[in-house]
C-alpha cells in the first residue's frame, strides 16, 4: 500500500476503495495506510482524475455472460471487451498478441453484428459496435506475428554474419 491509496479515500468522487490483501503483513500494511497521512498534493489529484477519465473510455462490461448464450458465433464477448477496453486505456502489444491467437472464427471481426448479445445486455452495451471498432484498431496496428517474424530474419542473418567473421 501507499500513500496514493490513502489520499484516494480523500477525493469527493471516491466513496469506497476496496483493497486486496494475500496476507496478514499487507492487511497490516492497509490498516496503517488508512490510519492517517497527508492529503494527496493538487498534481496527484489530477493525475489520478486523468487516469479516471482515461478509463471511462472503455466499455463498463461486467463479464456477467448473459451475451455469450445467444452469440450465434459463440464469441467469448467479455474476454473480447476486455481486450478492446485494455487498447482504449494504453496501447501493448499482449493484446493483439492474444487476438492473433486465436482461431480466426474466435476474433472481434467475427462478429456478425446481429445484436443477439446487446438485447440482453444488463448494462446496454452496443456489442456489435464495440466489435467493429475492436476489429478496427487490431486492423489498424502493428502485426505481432509478421514483426515476430521479421525479428527472427534479423537475427539469422546476423548469426550467420557473425559465424563468417
Known sequence: MNDTLYGMQTLPEVSIVLSGMSN?????????????????????????AGIADSMKA??????????????????DIPMLIAGYNDM??????AVPMQMEALPAEKRPESCIGCGACAAVCPQQIDIPAVMSEFSEMLANGPNW??????REEAAEKLRAEVAEK
Not at 497490516?28 to 496527484?44: H, I, P
Not at 448473459?66 to 458465433?73: D, V
Not at 482504449?88 to 502489444?93: E, I, L
Open 24 to 48: 496478514f503483513e499487507q492487511m497490516k500494511d492497509n490498516v496503517a495506510t488508512f490510519s492517517g497521512g497527508d492529503d494527496l498534493s493538487d498534481e496527484e489529484k489530477n493525475i489520478l
Open 58 to 75: 472503455g466499455v463498463p462490461c461486467t463479464a456477467c455472460r448473459y451475451c455469450t448464450e445467444g452469440c450465434p458465433m459463440g464469441l
Open 88 to 93: 482504449k486505456f494504453q496501447t501493448a502489444m
Open 145 to 150: 506475428a509478421e514483426l515476430c517474424r521479421q
